[in-house]
């Protein structure tokens, strides 16, 4: 029995190191947010039994948290979460603690905070900010409709993904900006041509 524990153990990590390293593949090709979760979750999801998907980035003013990409919920679901405040039940105080958040068995809970999640048929959720440095750029928020919780071990693998998440986003951020610079410098440069 111990052997067998054992084997499935190695394999199950075997199998997240495999999703990690095609995660980091995915993340440093990527040029579109969109696309960087779509794929990334195509390939992880079916490992960690994820039925739902949202990814929030920050409002301009901080206050606010808009939705930028959703997969697995009603196009109605997706319009009354399209922009939530950062004490929404869905943001679960992550961006104020910069710490991940879970809610287990949300079917059978009677806690208002969970209503969200149980409108959406979720029995699991768990919440991520992406942090970069002191400042939180948004919030990556998974769902299962088919387990009760996550496993610890599955928390901190979402966790890495979560950081690579925030990488890629400083990336295309900065790719975004010195491709703007270098617009700016080439229109200077016409300007002083003419």
């Known amino acids: 029995i111990e052997r067998k524990r054992g084997e499935e153990g190695s394999k199950t990590l075997s199998e997240r ?4 390293w095609e995660t980091a593949a995915v993340l440093l090709t990527a040029d579109e947010p969109e696309a960087l979760v779509r794929v990334l ?6 490992h960690l039994q994820i039925d739902v998907v949202l990814t929030y980035a920050m409002a301009p003013g901080g206050d606010r948290l808009k939705l930028s990409y959703a997969e697995g919920i009603s196009l109605e679901h997706a319009a009354e979460f399209s922009e939530i405040s950062l004490d929404s039940a869905l943001v679960c105080e992550v961006v104020q ?5 879970s809610v287990s068995e949300i079917q059978s809970s009677e806690d208002a905070g969970s209503a969200p999640m149980k409108a959406m ?3 699991a959720y768990a919440c991520f900010p992406l942090n970069a440095d002191e400042r939180v750029l948004g ?3 998974v769902g299962s409709r088919a387990r009760d919780d996550f496993e610890v071990d599955e928390l901190e693998f979402l966790r890495t993904v979560t950081r ?3 990488v890629a986003y400083e990336r295309l951020r ?8 270098d617009r700016k410098k080439d229109d200077f440069i016409a300007l002083l041509a003419h």
């Open 97 to 101: 603690s910069h710490e991940p958040h």
């Open 164 to 166: 690579y998440m925030t």
């Open 17 to 20: 190191l495999r999703l990690l």
């Open 174 to 181: 900065l790719v975004r900006e010195l491709r703007e610079a």
């Open 121 to 123: 048929g979720l029995r």
């Open 139 to 141: 919030l990556l928020a």
């Open 41 to 46: 979750f195509g390939r992880i999801a079916p």
